[in-house]
């Protein structure tokens, strides 16, 4: 592995990744992901004494598993690029493809002419690019009538393709290309790739290398480019944009021929290693000023860090762009394989005008909005200057790293003339964030510079002061990790399926309202609003019987549920990672979807139904929950059945299965003391063997209600001895009419303890139970003893647990036994022993005053 710096993905920081950002380590995966299928490749790099080893540890694929096994799969595409504006093929590859209806594409731009199955795990697509499609990566999904495939990515580039022909592996022998070309190559075990370009002199060579990029094989390249005395003119291993990918790029200084290396970065690989090698005269900047603009503006932007110089262009911002939109630079020449994050939001632009080291020289913007430029030379200081008003409050960020520069930026914020009040170094990853209200009218001094006082061209930043402001984040909770299982949503004809929501509230609270947009025709969705206190929610949806086999990208919103609040912006965000690696599982690459897949595939012979409880569950009671099965005539197979959620305080049993020709069973629901009391919505899905696999399906969204006991207990503790009885008062509080006697039991106690059920109505004040204690029961303290109630609602039992107490048992205290006294014997005769007169003791002067006063005081008694 390449060596990790702070300037390098991934970044080893303990934060956590957000929308835009970079790798960051994630916890090693659980066993559970075993079962999942995502062609993901797990590699770990192994330091030892002969050196790295690349040592494959897990390829699996996310249909493989349990989870998918029904589901259709893919595991690739080939070739891992395409070139715009052309009509092409590619091949797809995976399992369970029979039946394909359409490709389904998260962007435009990109048509299918015809659709081939080959076989089960093949496909074949014919493809049109349009001119103006977007450079830079796609994300597609199979689509047959069984259901959807996981993401998988591939690339639309601007130039034309050529294969690697080996050998190659000599500096003597490179193979020859053309410039402008992308060569699709793959580097083996000690692989050394070489490429030779006739260059003319101060013509522009510019390599980059897509390889880790490509979602595939762990595999991190080096990429050189050398003269014709093999001396090396510019090389790259990590880059602060491209991750592990290198880019380089050199003004040939004479004209000749020019070699270009590409290898694994420890001279390791194997046949999974593929890249993509752009070689050719396009730009290849590393920066841009500004980093940002406003939706749908034109503006002028400048290039930075070409080997030509900084250069100008002049781009449209779409109005409508993702959230990882690029800003590709081009001239003349051509144009770059891959753009540079550029952030689209609505502030207006400030760039640093040099000097600006001090404060008399900072340069001055028209209020808190985006400043941005580049810590040109070491040791560089940049300071803007802007009027604040009091009161005011921003989220301030620096983005540096998130946008592909080596600066780790420092940021202090200062009243003018005043020491700074608020400094940020280290936030998201390395780059800084703080929140700020501003204390006063006044102008103000934002400062910035690197950690190690490091500069360059390489070193820009963009601060945005963004007014705080409510926004929600929406997503579907994983059920393994790092697996796309039940990441999209396929519901069959005439059925239902459930899935998790989460809302992440920004900026405000209460009751939340979900809503879906884009839907397939005939599918509808099913969920209540979401209380407060809670982040996760069920939602069902349901497909007609007529409704026609489809597949849309749908949008997941939230707002207020209270109408009378305004509406903000939403942002559904789903993530692949198909690159994960050591150390601690750091993730190498992801890819990012805005919008949830929901299709509607061919009917399944069974559905599932809750007989809907129509009697509450109280707290620290227990409920048994009916689930019905309905099969189609012929069906006969085991149905698996798993809970999706469960309400505050209230766990249920993990799974169950209705026998093969069955057709129910029960789930055990307990609610602890302080579950919540609420009438909750929710679902229970499972799974079923069809077409050799598991299918999915839901029941309805039913109501549990979780309510507080009908009435409470308080349970005197109780002592007896062995063989004897005792009795346990109990005094009863009802605080919810109870309209049908009930049943009490005790219950824990020890064995050979007996104690009759009682009845408890209405009007019971005190129930008493009498205990009847064996002669040989264990005697002791015993504890956890309880009452358990079962009273009917509805005509349904309503079980609850009540009270608590403890008994002793004693062992009885052994009977006295009187032993009869035993003759004395004969005791000689003592012979007197000559005693001698004790000595007088000698008394102290006060111990004769006392003596003289104490028979003084006798004889005035007498």
């Not at 402008?180 to 000690?190: R, S």
């Amino acid at each position: 592995m390449a060596r990790l710096s702070r300037n390098c993905f991934p970044d080893f920081s303990l934060q956590k990744p957000r929308a835009g950002g970079y790798p960051v380590p994630f916890p090693a995966a659980c066993p559970s992901c075993l079962t999942d299928s995502s062609s993901m490749r797990f590699t770990m790099s192994i330091a030892g004494g002969m050196g790295r080893w690349m040592v494959l540890l897990l390829v699996f694929s996310l249909g493989a598993g349990v989870g998918r096994a029904n589901t259709p799969s893919l595991g690739g595409v080939s070739p891992r690029g395409v070139q715009r504006g052309i009509e092409t093929e590619i091949t797809l590859s995976g399992a369970r493809l029979t039946n394909p209806r359409e490709i389904v594409f998260y962007s435009p731009g990109i048509q299918v002419l015809a659709l081939t199955l080959v076989n089960d795990t093949t496909l074949k697509a014919k493809l049109k690019i349009a001119p103006d499609c977007r450079l830079g990566e796609h994300i597609l999904r199979v689509r047959t009538a069984l259901g959807l495939t996981e993401a998988r990515t591939f690339w639309v580039e601007a130039l034309a393709e050529v294969a690697e022909k080996e050998p190659n592996s000599d500096y003597a022998l490179p193979q020859k290309v053309a410039m402008n070309t992308v060569i699709a190559g793959v580097v083996d075990n000690e692989d050394v790739d070489y490429f030779a370009v006739d260059l003319k002199k101060g013509q522009r060579l510019a390599v980059e290398v897509f390889a880790m990029r490509l979602g595939g094989a762990f595999f991190d390249p080096y990429v050189a480019i050398l003269d014709s005395k093999r001396f090396e003119m510019a090389a790259s291993d990590d880059s602060p944009m491209a991750g592990q990918d290198g880019m380089c790029a050199i003004v040939a200084p004479a004209d000749g021929t020019y070699v270009v290396q590409v290898r694994e970065t420890s001279y390791g690989g194997n046949g999974g290693c593929q890249y993509r090698l752009h070689i050719g005269s396009f730009p290849r900047p590393t920066a841009v000023l500004p980093a940002g603009g406003k939706p749908g503006e034109e503006l002028e932007v400048t290039f930075l860090g070409d080997p030509t110089g900084p250069f100008k262009q002049k781009v449209k911002i779409p109005a409508d762009s993702p959230a990882n939109w690029r800003l590709h630079a081009q001239d003349a020449n051509g144009i770059s394989p891959s753009g540079l994050p550029f952030r689209v939001v609505d502030l207006a632009n400030v760039v640093e005008v040099e000097p600006n080291d001090i404060p008399a020289q900072a340069t001055t913007g028209p209020g808190p909005v985006a400043f941005q430029g580049v810590v040109g030379k070491p040791g560089d200081v940049d300071i803007f200057k802007f009027p604040g008003k009091k009161g005011q409050v921003f989220d301030v960020h620096c983005y540096a790293r998130r946008l592909g520069s080596q600066l780790d930026p420092v940021m202090y914020l200062a009243i003018e003339g005043a020491v700074p009040f608020v400094s940020a170094d280290d936030a998201v990853g390395p780059d800084s964030y703080f929140r700020v209200t501003l204390p006063d009218d006044k102008n103000y001094l934002l400062t910035i510079h690197d950690h190690l006082k490091k500069g360059g061209p390489e070193y820009s930043y963009r601060v945005e002061f963004t007014p705080v402001s409510p926004k929600s984040t929406l997503s579907v909770p994983r059920v393994a990790l790092y697996s796309q299982e039940r990441q999209a949503i396929t519901v069959h004809k005439g059925n239902r399926m459930a899935s998790l929501v989460t809302v992440g509230r920004a900026e405000w609270g209460g009751e939340a309202k979900l809503t879906a947009e884009n839907l397939p025709a005939g599918v509808v969705m099913q969920n209540e609003n979401m209380p407060p206190n809670l982040d996760t929610i069920p939602v069902v949806l349901e497909a007609a019987p007529t409704a026609a086999i489809d597949g849309k990208l749908a949008m997941f919103k939230a707002r207020p549920a209270d109408e009378k609040q305004p509406t903000f912006p939403s942002q559904f965000s789903q993530v692949a990672e198909y690159i994960i690696n050591a150390p601690g599982q750091s993730i190498y690459w992801k890819t990012e979807m805005e919008r949830e897949a929901v299709v509607v595939a061919d009917e399944v012979p069974f559905k599932i139904n809750v007989i809907e409880p129509k009697c509450p569950l109280v707290q620290n009671g227990t409920m048994q929950l009916r689930i019905v099965a309905e099969r189609k005539p012929g069906f006969t197979a085991p149905i698996n059945v798993y809970p999706l959620f469960n309400p505050p305080g209230v766990s249920t049993q993990g799974a169950a299965t209705i026998p093969e020709k069955g057709n129910e069973i029960t789930l055990t629901i307990n609610a602890a003391p302080n579950a919540q009391v609420k009438a909750w919505k929710t679902a229970i899905i499972a799974n079923s063997t069809v077409v050799g696999g598991p299918a999915w399906v839901s029941s309805q969204l039913f109501t549990l209600n979780v309510a507080a006991p009908y009435f409470s207990m308080a349970m005197e503790r109780g002592a007896v001895e062995q063989g004897k009885e005792t009795e346990i008062p109990c005094k009863i509080t009802v605080t919810t009419p109870i309209a049908t006697p009930g049943k009490v039991k005790i219950v824990g106690l020890p064995p050979k303890v007996e104690a009759p059920e009682l009845e408890i109505k209405a009007d019971t004040k005190e129930l008493v139970f009498k205990l009847k204690v064996d002669k040989t029961a264990t005697p002791g303290k015993h504890g956890n003893i309880f009452c358990q109630a079962v009273i009917t609602v509805n005509g349904e039992p309503v079980l609850h647990n009540v009270g608590s107490t403890e008994l002793r048992i004693d062992v009885p205290v052994p009977p006295k036994v009187v032993v009869a006294a035993p003759m004395p014997m004969p005791m000689a005769k003592p012979v007197p022993v000559p005693v001698a007169a004790p000595m007088e003791k000698r008394l102290t002067r006060l111990e004769k005053l006392r003596l003289e006063q104490a028979e003084r005081e006798k004889q005035g008694k007498q």
